[in-house]
């Protein structure tokens, strides 16, 4: 079984920058898609972005386009979400996810999760 740990969620200043990485047991993801999805508090857990470890392909959702960038380190099975330009509605516990392939957006393809870490925008 995959585990994941998040790290380097905290609180910051609008229009500030924030990465988080995380950390995985196994020691490689080649058949694997590693995404973040996000949960504010009354809210669904949403998408956010994913990269397929084979190849790079990237997804992101509509909100995080053009501010966040998702990477993957496959050496050290790390994944990492760059966040710029935050905004207080970007504030939410951010999960990270290991999933099939073609995972993608598809929360239901994504069948190991970490514990999250919380990020929080203020305005």
């Known amino acids: 079984q995959v585990q994941l740990v998040e790290s380097g969620g905290g609180l910051v200043q609008a229009g500030g920058s924030l990465r988080l990485s995380c950390a995985a047991s196994a020691r490689t993801f080649s058949s694997y898609t590693m995404g973040w999805f996000r949960q504010a508090p009354g809210k669904e857990r949403e998408f956010v972005a994913a990269?397929?470890?084979?190849?790079?392909?990237?997804y992101y959702a509509d909100s995080v386009k053009g501010r966040f960038t998702i990477s993957r380190d496959n050496a050290r099975n790390t994944a990492s979400l760059q966040m710029n330009s935050l905004k207080p509605e970007d504030t939410a516990v951010y999960y990270c996810a290991v999933g099939t392939p073609a995972a993608a957006r598809s929360r239901e393809l994504y069948d190991y999760w970490g514990q999250g870490t919380q990020v929080t925008v203020s305005s």
């Open positions: 990269i397929r470890w084979s190849g790079g392909a990237t």
